[in-house]
């Protein structure tokens, strides 16, 4: 194996590559677009909830009710219902994303220490958006109640020498702020390393098919194992160009420290491409244009994303399909990823996915050279 032979296929390969602009601007400004789509559009926070209110009581009590609503800095007010047929009417036009009904008698019950009873009602077409926003409406509703009964307590201090209570304190930790940029940006470099060299990789080799010239590269003395070694290098020097970038974007610009070991993400990142550099080879190897290659890419890239966790928890998955994303490259990359980024955690914690993503690398990178060698003989 010649060095040198090496050196000048990956040179040669990377002159192609930045010589046409179009591929530039795919390999370096697509991954920083992709991580503010990812940073801002894609989030799980959920602000500015449209709410109307239905306020059969008319009290001074349930005003300061729905004043809760609107000081959490979650909801905002948009309409006042006078009828319960108006209820329906700005549900279905979406108008409003919750309505909170509270009944006659509210300010009574409460005076006369009874239960009082409030109704929320939700647009439940984003199941996912409805249990958010229902989440934060419990929570105003226990500060609220809670605000009373400390009110009502405070009455009987002078009859009640001591009251027992118990104080809850939440603390959250990696993510205090509880940001989805925190959650979702570290996984765009898993998104980015994936997408980039499958694809290169796979066009790269099959280009070469298209054009004849894989054809006049065996008859020189270059081997099989230089060939491919020549078409995966550059594919790994960009994507770890596209990670630096992505890692630089995120902390200077969406403020995302990096709690753990920035060389550790750079190593274990190099133990992935292994991976997707070795199926870019095997796609290249049963696909005869690039077009059919740019097809095979995507038939294995959104089952990889889907079943990785990168945006839908394998927790909440059927059962099988749990099972199925063991055999998911990305699934422990992911991991890996939001290990290091957000928890600060070292190979002390992430040596079974290390050891894992290092089983598929090998295989499947020794399966595709092995491929890749005998088509070219």
């Keep these: 194996m010649s060095i040198r032979r090496i050196i000048r296929l990956v040179k040669k390969e990377l002159l192609q590559t930045f010589r046409d602009k179009r591929s530039v601007g795919l390999l370096l400004l697509s991954p920083i677009l992709q ?11 959920i602000n500015h909830i449209a709410t109307a209110v239905y306020d059969e009581d008319r009290t001074a009590a349930s005003r300061e009710f729905v004043a809760r609503f609107t000081r959490s800095g979650y909801f905002i007010y948009r309409q006042y219902l006078t009828a319960p ?10 108008k409003a994303q919750m309505v909170l009904h509270i009944p006659p008698g509210f300010a009574k019950d409460l005076a006369r220490v009874r239960e009082a009873r409030v109704q929320t009602i939700l647009d439940g077409s984003d199941s996912m958006t409805a249990r958010v926003i229902a989440g934060y409406a419990t929570a105003v509703v226990q500060q609220y109640s809670g605000a009373v009964m400390a009110e009502r307590l405070d009455r009987l201090r002078g009859m009640v020498t001591r009251v027992p209570a118990i104080e ?32 290169l990789t796979s066009m790269s080799i099959v280009k070469e098919k298209e054009l004849g010239t894989l054809e ?39 403020r995302i420290p990096v709690a753990g070991s920035v060389p550790l993400i750079f190593l274990l990142s190099a133990l992935f491409l292994m991976t997707t550099l070795g199926l870019g080879i095997f796609i290249s190897t049963i696909s005869k244009t690039q077009h059919e290659a740019t097809l095979t890419s995507f038939f294995f890239i959104l089952p990889f994303i889907i079943l990785s966790g990168f945006m839908f928890p394998i927790e909440n998955m059927p059962r099988i399909i749990q099972y199925i994303t063991y055999a ?16 600060g955690v070292g190979l002390e914690y992430l040596w079974p996915q290390t050891l894992a993503l290092a089983g598929f690398g090998i295989g499947i990178l020794t399966l595709s050279a092995a491929r890749f060698s005998k088509r070219l003989g």
Excluded: H
Excluded at 329 to 343: A, D, K, N, S, T
């Design 35 to 45: 991580l503010f789509l990812f940073g801002y559009a894609v989030t799980t926070d």
């Design 85 to 94: 047929e108006q209820i329906n009417e700005v549900l279905d036009a979406g």
């Design 168 to 199: 809850g304190r939440l603390r959250v930790w990696y993510n205090p702020d509880l940001r989805s940029a925190r959650f979702m940006v570290p996984a765009v470099l898993c998104l980015i390393l994936l997408t980039i060299t499958v694809m």
């Design 216 to 254: 006049q590269l065996v008859v020189t003395p270059i081997t099989p194992a230089e060939l491919m070694l020549g078409k995966t290098l550059p594919g790994l020097l960009i994507g770890m160009l596209d990670m630096t970038f992505v890692l630089l974007v995120a902390v200077l610009w969406f």
């Design 328 to 343: 998911i490259p990305v699934r422990y990359f992911l991991e890996i990823i939001r290990g290091i980024f957000l928890r």
